[in-house]
């Protein structure tokens, strides 16, 4: 299979227009992935049209619903192998974009990628979102805050809406949602300052998986007793 032909064309879905250089990005990151997955767990897809669609499609399915151009700072909490804040940064390069994970291990891989994919304006930091967020060059200073598949709802409204500027925004990316998981989330996004703005649903090309995106807005500063210490956000949801 022409991988270059593959990636372009699947982008083109999307109405991406992929330059050269961007998808050579995309085959080194795929290539780097595999590589490292026999050594580490980073990723139970393996398949190349499997990764270019769940991982790197699945990615940036948020252009579908939102202007990029109008975020500047972002930041993935939870990013593990880099999803979705690596696809974010190769179709959205203006982005200045913050890697935040507890493993060390895929913090050391991702650092690799960068190196291979010539990213520039990337930062991985090792750590937990808890602590990060308490520290003042980090707390409410991003536009827009990103995070796939990392926890429940609630939980996550605690550890991303108190990175994100006021009037930014934090975006979930969910394979499903329940009404009453948002529900269940309402105390916690009050308390942190969000408000819940939109719901909505895209279909992977070609596909019949419906993914949600959920997008809250941050209308007041998070109090500086949130988030709680380590552990506590998934222990003790708000
Ligand atoms: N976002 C990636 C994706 O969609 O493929 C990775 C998802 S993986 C299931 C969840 C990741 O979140 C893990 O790499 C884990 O180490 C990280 N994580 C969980 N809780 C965290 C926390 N409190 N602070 C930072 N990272 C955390």
């Known amino acids: ?140 200073k991003f536009d827009i805050c990103f995070s796939r598949a990392v926890a429940n709802l609630s939980t996550l409204s605690e550890l991303c809406i108190p990175f994100v500027k006021e009037n930014g925004c934090f975006v979930s990316y969910k394979s499903d949602i329940i009404e009453s998981e948002i529900e269940m989330a309402a105390n916690a996004i009050n308390l942190v300052g969000g408000k819940i703005d939109k719901v909505s649903e895209v279909i992977l090309p070609d596909t019949e998986i419906k993914r949600k995106i959920l997008f809250f807005l941050k209308e007041k500063m998070t109090p500086g007793k949130y988030p709680r210490r380590a552990g506590i956000p998934s222990k003790k949801p708000l």
């Open 1 to 140: 299979m022409n991988k270059n032909k593959y990636i372009k064309e699947s982008f083109l879905k999307l109405q991406i227009e992929l330059s050269e250089i961007q998808v050579e990005q995309f085959i080194d990151y795929f290539d780097l992935l595999i590589e490292k997955n026999k050594l580490m767990n980073l990723t139970a897809i393996t398949e190349f049209e499997d990764v270019v669609l769940k991982h790197f499609l699945d990615s940036v399915l948020i252009c579908k619903v939102v202007d990029m151009s109008q975020f500047k700072k972002g930041i993935d909490v939870g990013t593990g192998a880099g999803f979705p804040g690596i696809p974010l940064k190769i179709v959205f390069p203006w982005l200045d974009m913050v890697l935040l994970d507890s493993l060390n291990k895929r913090i050391s891989f991702l650092d690799e990628v960068i190196c291979k994919c010539n990213l520039f304006h990337v930062k991985t930091i090792h750590g937990r979102a808890e602590e990060l967020a308490q520290i003042s060059e980090y707390r409410e």
